[in-house]
């Protein structure tokens, strides 16, 4: 009996072994399942917060989209306002038309002249854009400072003191023309063949005054809509207002301001019509008193009178082709630049009747490609003598820089 209870008893003690080993292992499974859980869960986080961002970005993608799909805006400007809820605008072509207002635009933001932009269908404005000048005047070559002086304006001493007179003066010294009781003038005209020095003689003048350089040719002033030369102008000059001192340098004038015919087509009227914005500028009731205008033209024959007219451009300045003093020094200011050796300037001088600066110094450049042509490092006289016979036959091809009645070509 005795044995048969201690068997009994051991048989409990092993069953009960048994059953901890076994709630050990459920327990330590029990764990792992519950750190797995746990990273499932930080898992479920992670990937339900990617799910957002993913989301708010495909979002702005669809905003974008729908950007990118949306008509464009016609730009105009505001010519009056009616009322709360109409306006008279002119779009970007001439057109005027009554349209309806934006009721969210600021009512004090609609002024006559503001630049809105406007529904491609109804043309009701949506929008008021931010005062800009256009692109073609303050892309054009704008020199805060430039570095040409009057020493690099060479065989000009007389044109140089009469610009200076007209145009530098005005600028840095306005109290003599106070004193005497004169109106400074408001610029000069400069006429000339091509290659002359009406650029360089320009560029000199504003870099002597610390003025704004503005410079534009004529042809981008003529516009294919009507209106559109004409604001270009009022632009130009309001920019030069604004970055004063300034001078303005209108390139080949000739583009605009020619004759005013009767007999013209649509085309021709309104480069007139930028012509008048140009005299009215001009004669504007707004002073240009720190705005000074040079202009410059090889046509001086086709221009009209009205633009010629004392009060305008005061001052006619002929450029001339450079006689024979001019000539030495303008070939004395290249060649001291360059490395010559037994150069007679005189007789290049007398070689070159009827160059301008530009073939003169087209002259100085050839010599020195001869001479890097044969490998040497100095220039000859052979060289320049050279280079003036190879320019000559291109004139004789091109034909000549001046015509025996004047006219410049």
Request: aromatic share 4%.
């Amino acid at each position: 009996m005795v044995t048969m209870g201690s068997e009994v008893e051991r048989g409990s003690d092993s069953i009960k072994s048994s059953k901890d080993d076994d709630l050990q292992i459920l327990e330590s499974e029990f764990r792992n399942l519950q750190e797995k859980t746990q990273e499932l869960i930080s898992e479920r986080t992670h990937l339900e917060s990617e799910l957002r961002s993913v989301k708010k970005q495909a979002s702005r993608l669809e905003e974008e989209v729908r950007h990118l799909r949306s008509p464009p805006l016609i730009i105009g400007s505001l010519q009056d306002v009616l009322d709360p809820e109409r306006a008279i605008v002119r779009s970007s072509n001439g057109t005027v038309f009554q349209v309806a207002l934006n009721q969210r635009i600021e009512p004090s933001l609609l002024k006559p002249g503001t630049r809105v932009a406007l529904n491609q269908d109804t043309l009701s404005v949506i929008e008021v854009l931010n005062d800009a000048w256009d692109p073609i005047v303050s892309g054009s070559e704008m020199i805060e400072k430039p570095d040409t002086t009057y020493e690099m304006v060479a065989g000009l001493d007389e044109e140089i003191l009469s610009v200076r007179e007209a145009i530098e003066l005005p600028l840095l010294k306005p109290h003599l023309f106070e004193k005497v009781g004169i109106k400074a003038p408001k610029g000069v005209l400069l006429v000339g063949p091509p290659g002359c020095g009406k650029t360089l003689l320009a560029k000199a003048v504003a870099h002597h005054t610390n003025a704004t350089f503005i410079r534009m040719v004529g042809s981008e002033l003529a516009q294919k809509y009507i209106g559109e030369g004409g604001r270009l102008v009022r632009e130009l000059f309001s920019l030069a207002k604004e970055k004063s001192p300034s001078v303005i340098f209108l390139d080949e004038i000739d583009a605009i301001g020619a004759k005013r015919l009767d007999g013209s087509t649509s085309g021709d009227r309104e480069v007139q019509r930028t012509l008048m914005q140009l005299l009215a500028e001009l004669d504007g009731f707004d002073e240009l008193e720190n705005v000074k205008i040079i202009a410059a033209t090889n046509r001086p024959d086709i221009l009209d009178d009205a633009l010629l007219r004392p009060g305008r451009f005061d001052r006619v300045i002929e450029i001339p082709i450079p006689n024979d003093v001019s000539r030495t020094e303008i070939l004395q200011l290249h060649l001291d630049s360059m490395n010559t050796k037994g150069v007679r300037i005189k007789a290049i001088s007398q070689s070159t009747e009827g160059f301008s600066g530009a073939e003169l110094k087209a002259v100085c450049v050839e010599s020195g490609m001869i001479a890097i042509r044969q490998e040497r490092s100095v220039v000859k006289h052979s060289d320049v003598m050279e280079a003036i016979q190879r320019l000559q036959k291109k004139k004789s091809r091109g034909g000549m820089t001046s015509s025996p009645d004047g006219l410049y070509g």
